[in-house]
């Protein structure tokens, strides 16, 4: 038997491609969490969502289940470079991200004529109801904490709807230049 | 690669501008329209339930530690006995804050004064509340537990 036979088949060219962009969007994504950590924020519990940006520019060029892995792995990654992982912080973090990415990829197959804006709009207000949730059942158990949570849904409306243009946007700059 | 869409994803013409984009479909400003209506309901109901004589409850867990007047007469600095260790919490003139805590992060000493009905502070690790409820004709100078 020839030595060539036992290997395995050669990837193709757009499969290595496609992993190689996912592995780009998946630093990108993770370094844009590290730098919202770090730049002074509206309040403990609001942050601006940037690196939703690549999760939907995933979502949009590589599919529903590539922006799903990239949204867990940049939450992990993001985590252990800025030393939360397996705190409070951490696990806020990971279940609000898989909510936001479940309501994202139902909203991506269900909701018709429904653009990268409307489904980052669902993800940020989705994202911040967990975080509620999460931290209610979990660690502070009142109900008082959800008196915050209309005007934080206000902004959460906000940056979903300019993070979703965003991502609209650099998808579709990317998809002309490819062409 | 970049030829992912949905089968019933939008397929306007492309705008060219970065501004256009912000106008989104009619079912992204459906959406919008909803999630504002939602919350504004949900803010109403809220601060109709919340009205009254405000007042500082200080939690740990379920467990409530201490209630305090909003405007006490003199400075008031309560102790509250977290997981962590002791967060300390003042109540003064410019309304109630957290100045010290056991935790690691601080965003709770951060979060500066809150004097409003609804205003809450919350230290996660430690697993402290405070909230400013509103409570209707009770002359309190204060309760603890």
């Known amino acids: 038997m020839s030595k060539t036979s036992n290997m395995p088949p050669r990837p193709s060219l757009a499969s290595l491609q496609a992993h190689a962009y996912w592995l780009g969007l998946l630093v990108l994504a993770s370094g844009l969490q590290i730098f919202e950590a770090s730049m002074p924020s509206l309040g403990p519990w609001f942050k601006l969502g940037l690196a939703n940006i690549i999760t939907l520019i995933a979502l949009a060029s590589l599919g529903p289940k590539a922006a799903c892995t990239l949204a867990i792995g940049r939450v992990i990654i993001g985590s252990f470079f800025m030393g939360t992982i ?16 479940s309501v994202m990829l139902l909203a991506w197959y269900l909701i018709p004529r429904i653009s990268l804006i409307g489904i980052s709009l669902l993800a940020a207000l989705t994202h911040m109801c967990m975080q509620f949730f999460v931290v209610e059942h979990l660690f502070i158990q009142q109900s008082a904490l959800y008196y915050l949570l209309p005007p934080l849904l206000v902004l959460s409306c906000a940056t979903g709807w300019l993070n979703g243009a965003l991502a609209e946007y650099i998808t579709t700059q990317l998809k002309a230049r490819n062409r | 690669m970049l030829n992912h869409t949905p089968n019933n994803a939008a397929t306007e013409q492309a705008p060219d501008k970065l501004w256009q984009w912000l106008k989104g479909t009619w079912t992204d400003r459906i959406l919008l329209l909803i999630a504002i209506i939602a919350i504004a309901i949900s803010w109403q109901w809220l601060h109709q339930h919340l009205a009254g004589t405000p007042l500082v409850h200080i939690y740990h867990g379920k467990t409530l530690l201490a209630t305090y007047p909003l405007h006490p007469e003199h400075p008031i600095h309560f102790q509250a006995q977290g997981d962590l260790g002791i967060s300390d919490i003042s109540i003064d003139n410019e309304g109630v804050s957290i100045t010290h805590s056991a935790c690691t992060t601080q965003r709770c000493t951060l979060s500066g004064h809150r004097h409003r009905i609804g205003d809450i502070l919350a230290c996660v690790p430690n697993r402290i509340l405070v909230s400013i409820q509103g409570q209707q004709d009770i002359p309190l100078d204060a309760t603890t537990e």
């Open chain 1, 86 to 101: 397996f705190t409070p912080t951490f696990i806020i973090s990971l279940s609000a991200t898989l909510a936001a990415i």
